[in-house]
């Protein structure tokens, strides 16, 4: 268990590296002016996101559903920061799948938003994150 633990671990620190990147990428790309700039952004966004991020995510997630297994429902039943600690990882996922629609937005040159969107945007996954390690770590609940 602790093997798997470990590697979950590291998946998530991959996941949430891209997905600090991925949108500090999109301010970049939202104030980029010249046609060879651009195309660099759009190539760095989808290798980024197909890459890393969506892979990384795909194993964070089957990682945590196996150490889930190890747990019984009634075990689960009564781990209510695990509970916050899974909504917010729904919340993460939506988030990556946004940033997925994001980067075909970009890439099609179909950008609406300024770069201060994404600055505001590029916020969500820290307060996710200390979030989730204030749960997983305190247990507050």
């Known amino acids: 268990m602790l093997w798997i633990k470990a590697f979950h671990i590291i998946c998530v620190v991959t996941w ?21 700039g651009n195309e660099r952004f759009k190539i760095m966004e989808r290798k980024l996101y197909l890459g890393i991020m969506t892979p990384s995510a795909l194993l964070t997630l089957i990682l945590g559903g196996w150490l889930l297994s190890f747990y019984s429902m009634e075990q ?15 919340i993460l996922f939506i988030y990556h799948g ?34 989730v390690i204030i749960l997983v770590v305190v247990k507050p609940f």
């Not at 946004?98 to 307060?127: I, M, T």
């Open 76 to 90: 689960i039943a009564q781990m209510h920061w695990l509970h916050a600690k899974l909504i917010l990882v729904a």
């Open 98 to 131: 946004y940033c997925g629609k994001l980067v075909k937005q970009f890439s099609a040159d179909a950008n609406q938003r300024s770069h201060v969107f994404y600055r505001w945007f590029n916020e969500l996954p820290v307060f996710v994150l200390v979030s």
């Open 16 to 36: 949430f590296a891209a997905l600090f990147y991925l949108p500090r990428l999109f301010v970049y790309h939202a104030m980029c002016e010249d046609t060879a």
